[in-house]
């Protein structure tokens, strides 16, 4: 496993915006994914490090969540526009450090942050 740190929510009112940041050690596939209580744990979006790779994203976040990286600062961002209450979730990165490809299954993910609270009032 890799160490991942993740920067970024916090408090937001409905209709805004909040930009999540995920860093790695390395150059990786990256995912978000969030859990809500109560809720199992959701995919929202994956990035391969590869530029041949297009972002993969949940279907019911298109058009609203955007992943981008910066490979020389390893970092992986999640811009969430047009928040919803529903969004509320504590978000987490993960890696995949063998593969190039983008995935939503998180059980090809080795590698965890420890995950940062998002919150969307109504």
């Known amino acids: 496993q890799v160490q991942l740190v993740e920067s970024g929510g916090g408090l937001v009112q409905g209709g805004g915006s909040l930009r999540l940041s995920c860093t790695a050690p390395?150059?990786?596939?990256m995912g978000w994914f969030r859990q809500a209580p109560g809720n199992d744990r959701e995919f929202v979006a994956s990035i391969s490090w590869w530029s041949g790779a297009r972002p993969l994203y949940a279907d019911s976040l298109k058009g609203r969540f955007t992943i981008s990286r910066d490979n020389a600062k390893n970092t992986v961002y999640l811009q969430m526009n047009s928040l919803k209450p529903e969004d509320t979730a504590v978000y987490s990165c993960a890696a995949n450090r063998r593969d190039s490809g983008t995935y939503a299954l998180a059980a090809l993910y080795d590698s965890w942050g420890q995950g940062i609270q998002v919150t969307v009032s109504s």
């Open positions: 390395g150059r990786y596939v």
